[in-house]
């Protein structure tokens, strides 16, 4: 069974940093890209990004490049999301999910929340 | 990016019978070198992540019952539910996975009249 598992979300003020993590099994971790997305309070989903199998290539959404890092460690089977220098529009409940072209499989996700 | 346009922000069906939820895109997600349409449709209920129903615009993930169906090409979408139960109370997406940023529908909320 495809489980993932985020962790790190939390209260962070603005200009602040984060890392978010996921923790995939069920699945060969390192045969498929992977996905972040978000989705803020009372909104629609937000793809943020994703990665390659072995994290060479990376693309973003243009409100979050050069703010957050996609990585990923195969080894431990592993996916990340550092973010830093967070806004008060970042707040929301970020996923994790597997690629297979879109996103098929999905975690419960990490609630982020930037506020002072 | 690409802009997916849903219609209508919201809808209300009686038991058993069709709901229709259409998406727009603003620029063909239709591949031409193998015919496929990268979209997918998704439903989300409260306080869960979405869930995937269709992709290739009308392709059903395995376990989603068959009066969920997909339809179009290029620019314009449908979901179909042939005749709505208590549990299609939800939320739907339209995604377009054509090029990044993957962007995501507005959402269309489904509720029983």
């Known amino acids: 069974e495809v489980q993932l598992v985020e962790s790190g979300g939390g209260l962070v003020q603005p200009g602040g940093s984060l890392r978010l993590s996921c923790a995939a099994s069920g699945f060969t971790f390192s045969s498929y890209w992977m996905i972040w997305v978000r989705q803020a309070p009372g909104k629609g989903p937000e793809w943020v990004g994703n990665?390659?199998?072995?994290?060479?290539?990376?693309y973003y959404v243009d409100s979050v490049k050069g703010r957050f890092t996609i990585s990923r460690d195969n080894a431990k089977n592993s996916l990340y999301l550092q973010m830093n220098s967070l806004r008060a529009e970042d707040t929301g409940v970020y996923y994790c999910?597997?690629?297979?072209?879109?996103?098929?499989?999905w975690g419960q996700g990490t609630l982020v929340t930037v506020s002072s | 990016d690409i802009v997916m346009t849903q219609s209508p922000d919201s809808l209300a069906v009686s038991l058993g019978e069709r709901a229709s939820i259409n998406c727009k895109s603003s620029q063909s997600v239709l591949f031409s070198s193998n015919s496929k349409n990268y979209f997918a449709w998704y439903q989300q209920k409260p306080g869960q992540p979405p869930k995937l129903l269709i992709y290739w615009a009308s392709t059903r993930e395995s376990g989603v019952p068959d009066r969920f169906s997909g339809s179009g090409s290029g620019t314009d979408f449908t979901l179909t539910i042939s005749s709505l139960q208590a549990e299609d109370v939800a939320v739907y997406y339209c995604q377009q996975y054509y090029s990044p940023p993957h962007t995501f529908g507005q959402g269309t909320k489904l509720e029983i009249k």
């Open positions: 999910a597997r690629d297979g072209g879109f996103p098929d499989y």
């Open positions: 990665t390659n199998q072995d994290g060479t290539e990376k």
